[in-house]
Each structure stands twice: as C-alpha cells, then as structure tokens.
C-alpha cells in the first residue's frame, strides 16, 4: 500500500522484517514443540535459539538462485545455525509455516483495527449525545419525509458499527489457527501433538483439518469482516456529503485554517475526507472478491492464493485501519448547523405533518383511503402553490366537518415525533 494511506503500526506488521520474523517465530515454536516432548534436548533447542538469525538482504540474494522464498529462507537459518539446523522445519511443508504466520500477521491487523473502531464507536456515540435532540427532516428516496433528530442518524450509525464490531472479532477468531501437518495434511513426518503444542506456544487455535493449507473460508470471513466496516464507513460518507451539499449544508467537514479546497475556486469547501472513504471502499470491495475467488483450489492446494493474498491482506487492513482513522476525526470534529437544519424542517409548507393528520382522521372512524385522498389533495396544492399546508386544510370545507383548527393545530408539532428518542437512545447505548 502506498505511504499516503498506511500508518505506522499496520506498516510494520506487513513489513518484510516482520513477515520474516513471524516466519522465524512458528519454526522457533515448533522446536520448542520439539524440546516439550523430548525430541530434542535442551541444549539443542538453546543452541538453536541463540544462533537462529536471518537477514531480508541475504534471503533475496539466495532466492535468486533458488527461486522459493521459503527454501531461502531456511538455506539462511542454516548459514547461521550449523549442523542443528537438521531440526528446522522437520517434518513440515512451507504452507505449515507461511499460513500459520500469515494468521499471526492477521491476527495483529485485525486487533489494530478492532482498536480503531472501539475509538471510533466512543466518538460516534458522545456526538450521538450532543446532539439527541437536535432536530432535523428525515428523508426517504433523498425527499423530506418527517422529523428526526441528528442524533438518531449518529445512533443508527452507532449501533451498525457496533454490529461490525461483532463480525471483527468473529473474523479475527476464525482467521487466528495454525497449522503443522506435513506436505498434504497427513501429519505422515510429524505429529498432531507437536502442531497442538505449537499453536499453544504462538497463541493461536488448530486448524482441525488442514489439506496443505487452511483452507481460505476463514480469510474470506476475515476480509468480509473488514468489507462490512469499509460498507458502514461508506454509508457514512455518503449521508453526510448529501448533507453537506451547497443546497442542504446541514453539517460539514471540519475546514482547517489554511486549508485549500479547488485549485481554481477559493470558495471551495469540499466533503474531501467522505470522497475518500468512499473510494477506498471500492478497493476492500475489490479485494474482498478476490478473498472469495481464492477458496476454491485445486485439490490439496495451489498457489493460485498466494500472489493475490501478497496484495490484499495488506492492503485491505491497511486501508480500513486508514478509513477509520481519517473518519472518526471527521465525525469527532463535524461542523452542524441546527439552525440550516431547522430551516430545511420548514421547507415544505408543513408537508412533513400529513401522517399524523391522515391518522387524526382515521380516528374519526373514516375509511383510510378516504382520508388518504382528503389529506393528499390539500398537499397537492401546497407543493404546486408553495402554499401553506395548514391553510389549505382550513379552506376545504369537507375536511374541516371531520375535524376542528385547534386539532389540526395540534398535529403541526414537532416534539410529536420525537417523544421516543430517549427510548431509542437506551435501546442502542444502554
């Protein structure tokens, strides 16, 4: 990934030092594994341990020759090593040690990220609660429908966010097994206590049937998990960049001093970091497909997988733990205007109250559909006439026999809609 959208943290997890390092990390356990169960001495594990070196330069160097990263590696560890080296990688095949670190890298991703969105979700919900009554239209189709409150749409952000949580550390628990079960899972050089003991050892669970790999449903769960958050980011972005709009201007990015909008307009106060977002979903989208299309390989294994997940597995964490990170500052630092907001509530004449008069007429014991054509023609001519709604009720005599002005005073009042919030509040933080 480029340098613009990773951070440090995710950075060093995918690094060839650390990829390598985890490589070291699994063989270093198995021999561990190894001394537990007293096939091999003490001295020999030490002696192991102590000289077990490696160098990314001189990995590449002989994998010019050898073209295989793993057989590099190792051909390494034994330049350093010596003659106890004969107990490295016994028994396993390089899947053994690249998918059992692979899940280690995983693994360390997915809880940077977990810590993202934890953030995330305490920013979402104090602004959540700053603004629990501050009111606004809500919309159906992009068209006024009735009031809301910001508050409701931070909570429902809020409480989908919380649902990814959930799929992350799902993710997370699937993707974190190990293997050490030979060339096609067969344990036929090895043994299934000393794969136990190795995870054990690398804090991470068996796979409890692996063919030459594990088998990539589990990534595919992982990646979906990541997709899910980017999904949530994403719907975000686009909501509030509706409200941004010139037309709307309800909320709006935080603008910083000295902050430049258009290269040509220096009026431009553009929805920047929400485009971002939003772009960056098509890639863990992208990706994701391809997570999917890697599950499927030829009998025991093929390396169909492997080129993609070079790209994908650090990419797409890095660009979630990205997303989250530039997002919750956007929220954390959002600009609204209830005064805008109250404005736009006011737009339609009143129009956004025709429900709770086409319900106040039902009560009068008339059919719906009558009551829905009464109510319907009055706001007819309210939009056509950009008249307003309340006093075209008063001028239709047939309406007014069912009902008096002060009752249709009465249904022109916001706090009618919002007298649950504080229930839907408890229901999504409490």
Known sequence: MIDRYS????????SEENKTQKWLDVELAVIEAFEYFGIITTEIKDDIKTKAKFSVERIKEIEKTTKHDVIAFLTNLEENIGINSRWIHK???SSDMLDTAFAIQLKE??????????????ILKN??????????????????????????????????????????INGIKVISVGQISGAVGTFAFSDPKIEKKTCE????????????????????EFFWSLLAIATTLDKMAINLRHLQRTEVLEVEEYFSKGQKGSSAMPHKRNPISGENISGITRLIKSNFFAAVENVALWHERDISHSSVERIIAPDTTT?????????????????VYPQNMKNNLNKLNGLIFSQALLLKLTDKE??????????????MKSFKNNSSFKNELFADKELMTFLSEEEINQLFDVKYHLKHVDTIFKRVFL
Not at 8 to 13: G, L
Not at 109 to 122: H, M, P, W
Request: aromatic share 8%; proline share 2%.
């Open 7 to 14: 951070r440090k943290e995710m950075k060093e997890i995918w």
């Open 109 to 122: 991703a997915g809880n940077l990220i977990l810590k993202e969105v934890d953030d995330f979700l305490e």
């Open 91 to 93: 028994g396993m095949t």
């Open 201 to 220: 050892f690398l804090n991470l669970e068996v796979a409890p049937i692996s063919t030459q790999v594990i088998s990539r449903d589990r990534h595919m």
């Open 319 to 335: 660009l979630t733990h990205y997303a989250l990170s530039r997002y919750k500052n956007v929220i954390k630092n959002l600009v």
């Open 127 to 168: 602004k959540a609660f700053e603004h629990q009554n501050t009111v606004m239209i809500g919309r159906s189709h992009g068209i006024h429908a009735e009031p809301t409150t910001f508050g409701l749409t931070l909570a429902s952000f809020y409480e989908e966010l919380k649902r990814d949580r959930e799929r992350l």
């Open 366 to 379: 008339i059919e719906r559909q009558t009551a829905y054509t009464l109510v319907q023609r009055n706001a």
